[in-house]
């Protein structure tokens, strides 16, 4: 029996048209000017509300995201080769990325915490000890395969320790200011 190409074109475009529109609806490749992208559950997807929340919920959950795509670098070229040439640029692509992923949160938690001057401080030196840690995922020449692992995971206890004082501090009201004595009163304990 012999089946020609064009009988074959034929049989394979029309079970290609028959079974496309089951799989794939039109209207699904239609945008919806209504759909508001939920960011938060990417950066953020243990956060349970708030800027402060969702920002301290990033902090370790991005740096996790680099430090996979890192390990993955070294298991492709190993430790020594891991940071030659065009080795490292998926790592330097997550920085990247991360480091613009978290502004937002950042950004938004700063300006929840504005009523603590502690919280500010303490988000701010956070979002420093973060960026270091970024930094810091790269092997350095001589370390052994324990000392590497052993440093990668440190930031974590640091995250974890700032991160559960912020919540501390974020969750006590801030102590009203003193109020100023009233000049009646003030000029009454001058003159008695």
Same mark, same amino acid.
């Given at each position: 029996?012999?089946?020609?190409?064009?009988?074959?074109?034929?049989?394979?475009?029309?079970?290609?048209?028959?079974?496309?529109?089951?799989?794939?609806?039109?209207?699904?490749?239609?945008?919806?000017?209504?759909?508001?992208?939920?960011?938060?559950?990417?950066?953020?997807?243990?956060?349970?509300?708030?800027?402060?929340?969702?920002?301290?919920?990033?902090?370790?959950?991005?740096?996790?995201?680099?430090?996979?795509?890192?390990?993955?670098?070294?298991?492709?070229?190993?430790?020594?080769?891991?940071?030659?040439?065009?080795?490292?640029?998926?790592?330097?692509?997550?920085?990247?990325?991360?480091?613009?992923?978290?502004?937002?949160?950042?950004?938004? /938690?700063? $300006?929840? %915490?504005? *009523?603590? +001057?502690?919280?500010?401080? #303490?988000?701010?030196?956070?979002?420093?000890?973060?960026?270091?840690?970024?930094?810091?995922?790269?092997?350095?020449?001589?370390?052994?395969?324990?000392?590497?692992?052993?440093?990668?995971?440190?930031?974590?206890?640091?995250?974890?320790?700032?991160?559960?004082?912020?919540?501390?501090?974020?969750?006590?009201?801030?102590?009203? /200011?003193? $109020?100023? %004595?009233? *000049?009646? +009163?003030?000029?009454?304990? #001058?003159?008695?």
């Amino acid at each position: 029996m012999h089946v020609s190409l064009q009988a074959c074109a034929s049989a394979a475009l029309g079970v290609l048209v028959a079974v496309v529109p089951l799989v794939a609806h039109p209207a699904e490749f239609i945008p919806n000017p209504n759909f508001v992208p939920k960011a938060d559950t990417y950066i953020c997807p243990n956060s349970t509300g708030g800027a402060v929340d969702c920002y301290l919920d990033a902090v370790p959950h991005l740096y996790t995201m680099c430090r996979h795509v890192k390990s993955i670098e070294i298991i492709e070229f190993g430790y020594e080769k891991s940071a030659e040439g065009t080795n490292s640029a998926k790592t330097e692509y997550c920085l990247d990325k991360q480091k613009q992923n978290i502004e937002r949160p950042y950004r938004a /938690a700063l $300006k929840d %915490a504005l *009523r603590s +001057k502690h919280v500010v401080e #303490a988000l701010r030196a956070l979002h420093e000890i973060w960026l270091s840690a970024l930094t810091g995922l790269a092997w350095r020449s001589g370390e052994s395969d324990a000392d590497y692992k052993t440093r990668v995971a440190r930031p974590y206890d640091d995250f974890r320790e700032r991160i559960a004082g912020i919540r501390v501090v974020a969750a006590s009201k801030p102590e009203p /200011a003193a $109020k100023p %004595a009233s *000049r009646k +009163k003030a000029s009454a304990k #001058a003159n008695p």
